[in-house]
């Protein structure tokens, strides 16, 4: 067994191995006393023989270890290995997959098509809103507005985490992130990231819940967002819809359908472990 825990920050990365192969690999990491595994692998030749097990099995003790009580993963429908990976989780004691999102998959030529064969889109290529509202790009967004909006993280009528717009800033999309202003106050936000050269992923939608007349605000910055894609935006597009996010759900499974080229559903899992 190879430890290469630590030598990232929060990082724990072990290997098995047969001889002098490799025979698998587990990644995962450990933030604020929950740990997160990310990913697993068994070299083909090395499978059916318990390694994927004995590898979670280490990781879930150097959890205990770091002073983590929670370890989540989470997996897609999409993935080859997705039936091993769901018997993996089954058989060490985690807990059942629920559904967390859709994640819809387009291209932009589809949606060029989209709007070039529907002149009722051309309204959107400027974002007129309604008087109130104003569509303020979030790589231009002043500091008090960013100040603003940290203030209600997890207050009363404010957002959570599972709403953040501050995730992977490093891979926000400036073509087409927003923050949606009422009334010169933030509102909501849309944003994007930039996840490959060729994708950008449609990531966050939010609207204040005291604030009101915000559906078809929103709905007109989605589409707006998408005329940007369109026509000045890289090949490939991933849409994410929250599972717990019925309303929305409802919205753009029907928006999308004719632009869809795939569609598989991510899930989530999780167990809580002592400390030895």
């Known amino acids: 067994m190879l430890d290469m825990t630590g030598r990232g920050k929060g990082i724990c990365a072990l290997a098995s191995y047969s001889g002098n192969k490799v025979s698998g690999l587990i990644l995962g990491r450990f933030e604020n006393k929950e740990a997160e595994m990310l990913s697993v692998y068994v070299n083909p030749f090395?499978?059916?023989?318990?390694?994927?097990?004995?590898?979670?099995?280490?990781?879930?003790?150097?959890?205990?270890?770091?002073?983590?009580?929670k370890i989540k993963a989470a997996f897609t429908s999409a993935m080859p290995s997705f039936?091993?990976?769901?018997?993996?989780?089954?058989?060490?004691?985690?807990?059942?997959?629920?559904?967390?999102?859709?994640?819809?998959?387009?291209?932009?030529?589809?949606?060029?098509?989209?709007?070039?064969?529907?002149?009722?889109?051309?309204?959107?290529?400027?974002?007129?809103?309604?008087?109130?509202?104003?569509?303020?790009?979030?790589?231009?967004?002043?500091?008090?507005?960013?100040?603003?909006?940290?203030?209600?993280?997890?207050?009363?009528?404010?957002?959570?985490?599972?709403?953040?717009?501050?995730?992977?800033?490093?891979?926000?999309?400036?073509?087409?992130?927003?923050?949606?202003?009422?009334?010169?106050?933030?509102?909501?936000?849309?944003?994007?990231?930039?996840?490959?050269?060729?994708?950008?992923?449609?990531?966050?939608?939010y609207n204040d819940p005291v604030a009101n007349g915000m559906r078809g605000i929103i709905i007109q910055t989605v589409i707006h967002a998408y005329w940007l894609h369109a026509m000045y935006g890289p090949e490939k597009g991933c849409f994410i819809i929250y599972e717990w996010n019925t309303s929305l759900l409802k919205i753009f499974e029907k928006l999308m359908e004719k632009l869809t080229d795939s569609c598989t559903e991510s899930f989530g899992v999780e167990k809580d472990i002592g400390q030895d």
């Open 83 to 205: 039936g091993a990976v769901k018997r993996l989780f089954e058989k060490n004691g985690w807990s059942k997959p629920q559904k967390r999102m859709k994640l819809i998959y387009f291209s932009r030529e589809n949606l060029y098509r989209e709007i070039q064969e529907n002149p009722r889109y051309e309204k959107y290529k400027n974002a007129l809103l309604p008087k109130g509202f104003e569509l303020v790009k979030w790589c231009e967004l002043q500091p008090e507005k960013i100040a603003q909006i940290k203030s209600r993280h997890n207050q009363p009528g404010g957002w959570t985490d599972d709403n953040t717009p501050f995730r992977e800033p490093e891979k926000m999309e400036k073509l087409n992130s927003f923050a949606i202003l009422k009334d010169d106050s933030v509102a909501g936000w849309f944003i994007t990231h930039r996840i490959n050269p060729d994708t950008i992923r449609y990531t966050q939608i």
């Open 46 to 69: 090395f499978r059916k023989k318990g390694i994927a097990s004995m590898l979670l099995k280490q990781f879930e003790k150097k959890a205990a270890a770091a002073g983590c009580s």
